[in-house]
T-cell receptor, first 111, second 114 residues
């Protein structure tokens, strides 16, 4: 069974601070996706990383895929209250190529 | 362009009752799936479909049925509701299975079984 472990589970920081969220597995994934979910809504795709070592930037968010395609990280620079939410990593795997989700990191950014 | 539409938004059922959660997408996506989200458990796959007439089980299929008679619709049926099925249910779709384009999620159905 392919598993994705996210850390930390909870993160509470002040506006302006930097943070990193980690997504680790013992399995290789063909790609990893990051989603953000707000209360009462479904997850929304932020980015997909496909190539080992790939780095993608989305404004203040930087996503990296590990060289061995087993792990990924999300770094937020100068966090803002609008970044508050549940961040989910997900990997394409399984026998049918379904999306397997980590349990998420709940981020709270206080003004 | 509505994306993925789920109904109802909220539902309370009594133990033993049955009901159908509706999911419709207007993006001509081949792949559709149902997940449940529980505190501390993350999103777990219930059933999925790679096209009309084709369905398969995910990680937690017991107590649920699905069918896919059209590309657009993928309803989830609870046969005899149990308190353990209290959860938030999400329908998601993607252009194709194994897609790097990501999933589009509905806004969820919060189900309480008493």
């Amino acid at each position: 069974t392919q598993l994705l472990e996210q850390s930390p589970q909870f993160l509470s920081i002040q506006e302006g601070e930097n943070l990193t969220v980690y997504c680790n597995s013992s399995s290789v994934f063909s790609s990893l996706q990051w989603y953000r979910q707000e209360p009462g809504e479904g997850p929304v795709l932020l980015v997909t990383v496909v190539t080992g070592g790939e780095v993608k930037k989305l404004k203040r968010l930087t996503f990296q895929f590990g060289d061995a395609r087993k792990d990924s990280s999300l770094h937020i620079t100068a966090a803002q209250p609008g970044d508050t939410g549940l961040y989910l990593c997900a990997g394409l795997g399984g026998s049918q190529g379904n999306l397997i989700f980590g349990k998420g990191t709940k981020l709270s950014v206080k003004p | 362009n509505a994306g993925v539409t789920q109904t109802p938004k909220f539902q309370v059922l009594k133990t033993g009752q049955s009901m159908t959660l509706q999911c419709a997408q207007d993006m001509n996506h081949e792949y559709m799936s149902w997940y449940r989200q529980d505190p501390g458990m993350g999103l777990r796959l219930i059933h999925y479909s790679v096209g009309a007439g084709i369905t398969d089980q995910g990680e937690v299929p017991n107590g649920y049925n699905v069918s896919r008679s059209t590309t657009e619709d993928f309803p989830l049926r609870l046969l005899s509701a149990a308190p353990s099925q209290t959860s938030v249910y999400f329908c998601a779709s993607s252009l194709i299975v194994n897609s790097n384009y990501g999933y589009t999620f509905g806004s969820g159905t919060r189900l309480t079984v008493v």
